[in-house]
């Protein structure tokens, strides 16, 4: 029907437009926007440490987030802790509920790869959310002398490096299925699959083209090789310089 309207010459308005979908209920359902952060709670938010802090060498920053990945029927949740300097995933849990014993392992892992014992150079950073600012928490980091530092209100920029590695993530790794997982486990699987690929393959300009396991072992600042657009004034051709 809407074709042959197409084809007598009538263009209706976006408007209009739409409206005719949503009345032959040929729309998309609009996907539910989903919360992982409840910072309601009862339990102490700390300070922000990291504002001007840059790293200079592994296990001195880590940031920490929660996303979520969709399935056919429902979704999971990727709990992550990565490594400011290297860009290396160095914990992470998937797991079907938001509950904080899931943070704690990913948290856990991480402890792990860093030879536990005294962490007291190293900042933990993260959002006001209630897995992160829990007595089970809290206490793991403390045990290690860990330094906790959290968001601002309302301020997920200041976590910028977990929210784009969960980019990364479902970009590269889910979205680009072009489907939904049809179970927990072959979303496990391909998660899994992908840190791992992420972590030993895939370069980063952040880090000079190298992998975060490379970047990992090294100190010192790191050379960025962002693509930068540059407009001459004379003839304001474009260049595109590394």
Request: charged share 25%.
């Amino acid at each position: 029907m809407l074709c042959a309207m197409f084809n007598t010459g009538w263009m209706p308005g976006r408007d209009s437009f739409l409206n005719l979908l949503r009345r032959h209920h040929l729309m998309q359902k609009p996907r539910k926007s989903r919360s992982t952060t409840n910072s309601n709670h009862r339990y102490h938010k700390w300070k922000n440490l990291i504002k001007g802090f840059k790293p200079t060498a592994a296990n001195q920053l880590w940031q920490s987030d929660i996303t979520y990945i969709d399935l056919a029927d429902g979704c999971c949740y990727l709990h992550l802790v990565t490594d400011a300097y290297s860009k290396k995933i160095v914990g992470w849990c998937l797991a079907e509920s938001l509950a904080s014993v899931f943070t704690l392992k990913a948290l856990r892992m991480a402890i792990k790869q860093a030879g536990g014992g005294n962490l007291s150079g190293l900042i933990h950073h993260s959002d006001r959310g209630i897995q992160y600012c829990c007595d089970l928490y809290v206490e793991e980091l403390q045990k290690y002398g860990i330094q906790i530092s959290m968001t601002e209100d309302y301020k997920p920029t200041d976590n910028a490096l977990a929210e784009r590695v969960n980019g990364t993530i479902k970009n590269e790794s889910v979205y680009r299925q072009d489907r939904r997982f049809d179970t927990f486990e072959e979303a496990m699987e391909q998660i899994e699959r992908f840190i791992i690929f992420y972590n030993s393959r895939r370069p980063h300009y952040s880090i000079g083209l190298q992998t975060p396991n490379d970047a990992h072992e090294q100190t010192g600042e790191q050379k960025k090789m962002w693509k930068t657009k540059i407009y001459q004034k004379d003839d304001k051709s474009l260049q595109i310089n590394p």
